[in-house]
């Protein structure tokens, strides 16, 4: 099994800053993709950012020029770091990642258990 464990959320007034982590442990093989989703209470799950294997990366338009993602391969680990914090960032922010355990594998996708970021004065 693939674990994954966000750390890093609580409670930011608007126009601060906040760093969340992710990292993956248990038998992995290969990483493919590591991203963030987030869902607000109410609404769906949506994308945030996605960092892919190659190093590119691809952001939500609401988060475009505030959020920035990253990635520690030897790590397994990716963060999302989060300026300019606006109350519509409250969610719960859920970490996503595409892996393999074996040679012979597929990729399948991993969920974490979520940390909420809640944006309030």
């Known amino acids: 099994q693939v674990q994954l464990v966000e750390s890093g959320g609580g409670l930011v007034q608007p126009g601060g800053s906040l760093e969340l982590s992710c990292a993956a442990s248990?038998?992995?093989?290969?990483?493919?993709?590591m991203g963030w989703y987030r869902q607000a209470p109410g609404k769906q799950r949506e994308l945030v950012a996605t960092?892919?294997?190659?190093?590119?990366?691809n952001y939500a338009d609401s988060v475009k020029g505030r959020f920035t993602i990253s990635r520690d391969n030897a790590k397994n680990t990716v963060f999302l770091r989060m300026n300019s914090l606006k109350p519509e960032d409250t969610a719960v922010y859920y970490c996503?990642?595409?892996?393999?355990?074996?040679?012979?594998?597929?990729?399948?996708?991993?969920w974490g258990q979520g940390t909420p970021v809640t944006v309030s004065s």
């Open positions: 248990g038998s992995i093989f290969t990483v493919s993709t």
């Open positions: 996503h990642g595409a892996f393999t355990r074996s040679w012979n594998d597929a990729y399948s996708p991993y």
């Open positions: 960092h892919f294997s190659i190093g590119s990366e």
